[in-house]
T-cell receptor, first 108, second 114 residues
Framework: RKEVEQDPGPFNVPEGATVAFNCTYS??????FFWYRQDCRKEPKLLMS???SGNEDGRFTAQLNRASQYISLLIRDSKLSDSATYLC?????????FGTGTRLLVSP | DAGITQSPRHKVTETGTPVTLRCHQT?????MYWYRQDPGHGLRLIHY???????DKGEVSDGYSVSRSKTEDFLLTLESATSSQTSVYFC?????????????FGSGTRLTVV
């Protein structure tokens, strides 16, 4: 079983839609959680950290459920520029472990 | 800008040859990491360093070695390249001295072993 699991997608949505991605992780001792965004043929870039209380950054909301070992990312009012791969990232034994990513395609 | 650069950006090499990839940072960060990214596997940690001459193995270290003789440079060497090492290699630095605030990545090196 992979340490961090994500649905690879792709998720095809129209502009303006709301889309949610989920991720599960196996190490119950993990302390830090993130969502990264990766554009085609580019490096991953930090989108946002994820906290137990939930956090929001503009159209993006991240949630953590420690009991279920589950992380989510909600994108509201999708833009064409949101098309990318979204990586779920979890700290495990003082290093970051990356999910394989969920691909999002936003169409006009 | 975290000031992290990788070189070369692209390389094609022959099976059995040694290859060295360089990661250079300008801001004196202590922790540096090498990952490889392959379809279906995501990013996997090869080796990491927590200071000059202090390195350790990651998840997929077989066939790779690293060196860190200066804070600013972290070198990844493929001792005898194989086709299975065709991949995109990313270097990363930790801005906080650990994983708690995430990592910043270089632009990557696209390596093809023929």
């Amino acid at each position: 079983r992979k340490e961090v699991e994500q649905d690879p997608g792709p998720f095809n949505v129209p502009e303006g839609a709301t889309v949610a991605f989920n991720c599960t992780y196996s190490n119950s001792a993990s302390q830090s959680f993130f969502w990264y965004r990766q554009d085609c043929r580019k490096e991953p870039k930090l989108l946002m950290s994820v906290y137990s209380s939930g956090n929001e950054d503009g159209r993006f909301t991240a949630q953590l459920n420690r009991a279920s070992q589950y992380i989510s990312l909600l994108i509201r009012d999708s833009k064409l520029s949101d098309s990318a791969t979204y990586l779920c990232v979890v700290e495990s034994f003082q290093k970051l472990v990356f999910g394989t990513g969920t691909r999002l395609l936003v169409s006009p | 800008d975290a000031g992290i650069t990788q070189s070369p950006r692209h390389k094609v090499t022959e099976t059995g040859t040694p290859v060295t990839l360089r990661c250079h940072q300008t801001e004196n960060h202590r922790y540096m990491y090498w990952y490889r990214q392959d379809p279906g596997h995501g990013l996997r940690l090869i080796h990491y360093s927590y200071g000059v001459k202090d390195t350790d193995k990651g998840e997929v270290s077989d066939g790779y070695s690293v060196s860190r003789s200066k804070t600013e440079d972290f070198l990844l060497t493929l001792e005898s390249a194989t086709s299975s090492q065709t991949s995109v290699y990313f270097c990363a630095i930790s801005l906080s001295g650990g994983p708690n605030y995430g990592y910043t990545f270089g632009s990557g090196t696209r390596l093809t072993v023929v």
